[in-house]
């Protein structure tokens, strides 16, 4: 009795039960999150060297990628206006169709040209999870349908299972190459093209999840966690951003009265007609969505100049590091950040959300910054692992942050406008990484990773110490 107590508690606090007991919505967009992941993964490993095996130096691998999130803008921006209006289920559909077509392409070109064509307007993603266009409008649905007790939760679970996903991807994908090498005699430019089919092959699997969702995912339809009875009060069990609830700055709930039946009245004027436009934000999500762009621009920079992609790389031009080993050092890095990760919600609740933020950032900014100081393959590839263990421990607080500071109609607009900011700083650091290695300096990139992303902690705690998330239990 004693111990099923005490694992009644233990799923409590790391949000199990929240998970189990949630809406099938919920969990089909955790499961995408997974799927998407698990394809990611493959690439992560592979794109540099598949690009280095087909002759391209390194400067232009780094051009390479840049632009292909160039075009990663390009979709952000689209989403960030229209995301909402074309719906989440349209929108994961097309990531998942873009997906499939983009894997296609790089199993069968060899054209720098079309490949980048191929990069840029399918997904092919250089920065793994770091940026992703479509990923905006999915936090976007699960904040609302979460709830304020559970938010985290939600987010912590996404984050960890889409990591358990990438992870597993990781070791089968350098243990594929090490196997087919070895037992079939086949060539790494074979295989790497075998995996992009199997990326493809994912990417149906999404369109099929995808397809599986409700509209209850949809802006302006109430919680999937509550019943319709519930909606009309305020307290822990309301939706994060309910359709008929505003919290202003003060911390004060103010609720919007639903317009009255009398027609009569309520279309008297009908023939006035507001000639000024609605903005797209208030006053208030416009200060918190600029002091974070701001915050978070060097920070992805530094993820731009460290992607796991350029460093498989790097431990395997500067070490000749096999891709087994690197995929079996990253799985258990990864799995070991993934349940980490389930200690960010309680971590958050002690803490709060920017301290568990700055704290958990500045451990792995630190990492960074040494990896390439050692010229000791066992400590460098050890603080690398050190690095992926900690970087998403954060994620959920973070996450639960940004989807806090906007009003849930502006949230799916705002997120993707931070994601248009995400992706314009990993486009230069990409771009600066592929410098520094073609000029035989590729350590550098780290180091300036490192500290770049140690400036992004100071700026974060400037703008938002005192700052309390809307949403922040």
Not at 55 to 63: K, S
Not at 192 to 198: H, P
Not at 206 to 224: D, G, M, N, R, Y
Request: glycine share 8%; charged share 15%.
């Amino acid at each position: 009795m004693g111990l099923s107590k005490t694992f009644k508690r233990l799923s409590l606090s790391l949000g199990a039960d929240a998970v189990w007991y949630s809406s099938p919505d919920l969990k089909l967009l955790i499961l995408a999150r997974m799927i998407r992941m698990f394809a990611y993964g493959g690439t992560t490993l592979i794109l540099v060297l598949y690009l280095s095996a087909l002759g391209i130096p390194d400067t232009r691998i780094g051009l390479f990628m840049t632009l292909a999130l160039v075009g990663d803008i390009g979709v952000s921006t689209v989403l960030t206006v229209v995301g909402d209006g074309m719906g989440v289920r349209l929108t994961m559909a097309v990531g998942a169709l873009l997906m499939m077509a983009s894997g296609v392409a790089f199993a069968v070109l060899e054209d720098y040209w079309l490949l980048l064509g191929a990069s840029i307007l399918g997904v092919i993603n250089p920065s793994a999870n770091e940026v992703d266009p479509f990923k905006a409008i999915e936090e976007s649905a699960i904040a609302r349908l979460s709830t304020t007790a559970n938010c985290n939760d939600f987010f912590a679970w996404w984050t960890l299972l889409g990591m358990v996903g990438m992870a597993a991807s990781t070791l089968l994908t350098g243990f594929a190459i090490d196997v087919l090498q070895a037992s079939y005699a086949l060539r790494p430019l074979e295989i790497y093209r075998f995996i992009f089919l199997g990326y493809a092959a994912v990417g149906f699997l999404k369109l099929v999840c995808a397809l599986c969702i409700s509209s209850q995912v949809e802006l302006h339809t109430p919680s999937a966690m509550l019943k319709d009875s519930e909606i009309v009060s305020v307290d822990d069990s309301r939706p994060l951003l309910g359709e008929y609830q505003y919290q202003p700055q003060n911390g004060a709930y103010n609720t919007i009265t639903a317009p009255s039946n009398n027609t009569s009245n309520s279309y008297s004027n009908c023939n006035e007609v507001d000639v000024n436009p609605t903005p797209m934000f208030t006053p208030e999500s416009r200060s918190f969505i600029w002091k974070v762009s701001l915050a978070i621009m060097p920070d992805y920079i530094g993820s731009g100049l460290a992607q796991i992609t350029w460093m498989t790389y790097f431990f395997k031009r500067e070490y000749d590091i096999a891709e087994g080993p690197l995929g079996l050092a990253i799985f258990i890095a990864s799995i070991i950040s993934s349940f980490l990760n389930l200690l960010s919600s309680p971590l958050s609740r002690a803490l709060g959300q920017v301290p568990t933020m700055v704290v958990c950032h500045t451990i792995t900014s630190i990492s960074l910054l040494m990896i390439s100081a050692p010229n000791n393959r066992t400590l460098a590839l050890g603080l690398f692992m050190l690095r992926i263990v900690l970087r998403e421990i954060d994620s959920a607080p973070r996450q639960s942050f940004l989807a806090g500071g906007v009003l849930d109609e502006e949230r799916t607009s705002a997120m993707g406008l931070v994601t248009v900011v995400k992706t314009v700083g990993c486009c230069v650091g990409l771009f600066l990484t592929g410098e520094f290695a073609g000029s035989g300096y590729f350590w550098v990139a780290f180091i300036v990773a490192g500290a770049l992303k140690l400036l992004h902690n100071v700026v974060i705690l400037g703008f938002f110490w005192n700052h309390r998330g809307r949403y922040e239990a």
